[in-house]
């Protein structure tokens, strides 16, 4: 007894087709030309990508992990308003909202990847102000309470962030910075 197989649809030229094969993919001699030139450029390009990936210096791996924590912790307070003075700066172009970290990467690099150490901050606070330490010590204990804000003052303990770590992070805040997103433009549509 013969078994007909479903029709599939071409992976190339997207036409319905009787395959000959359960492992068919294509309908036809040029699609199958097509298909296996397709298959090998995206082999090439994700090797180009992972010798690409190797071929990055921690610094870069650090800047990279970095800036995807900021940007979760700016989707995470959007709406709240500056940790330090508390207004709400207009949208610009360029962004008008920084990560603000209590303690700066420079003194204690050790918190620099610490949620409880970091919170959305003006440009003006942050960069012009020289992070606005006094008021946004005021801001992380109405935040994060007394305990918290003297803990991160006490810590001194060294912590190195290998390559690993620093790609984990990156990739760990990315998934949360699109799910804040996601939940905050659901919640935009819900209201409207």
Do not use: W
């Not at 620093?166 to 819900?190: G, H, P, Q, V, Y």
Request: contains cysteine; charged residues 30%.
């Amino acid at each position: 007894m013969i078994r007909t197989l479903k029709p599939k649809i071409c992976k190339v030229c997207a036409r319905d087709f009787t395959p000959i094969s359960s492992m068919s993919k294509v309908c036809s001699v040029p699609c199958s030309l097509q298909f296996a030139r397709d298959v090998a450029r995206k082999k090439a390009e994700r090797d180009i990508r992972e010798a690409r990936q190797k071929a990055k210096s921690r610094g870069e791996h650090l800047r990279e992990a970095q800036a995807a924590f900021n940007a979760y912790v700016r989707e995470r307070d959007f709406g709240m308003g500056c940790i330090s003075c508390g207004l709400l700066p207009k949208k610009i172009f360029g962004g008008a909202v920084d990560c603000g970290h209590y303690r700066s990467t420079g003194s204690a690099a050790h918190h620099r990847f610490n949620l409880k150490n970091c919170a959305a901050q003006c440009v003006k606070c942050n960069r012009y102000l020289g992070s606005n330490t006094v008021e946004m010590r005021k801001g992380m204990i109405a935040r994060f309470g007394i305990v918290a804000v003297e803990a991160l003052e006490s810590d001194q303990t060294p912590r190195k962030f290998d390559i690993e770590y620093l790609t984990r992070i990156k990739r760990i805040f990315r998934k949360k910075t699109r799910r804040a997103k996601a939940r905050r433009n659901s919640d935009m549509r819900e209201a409207a």
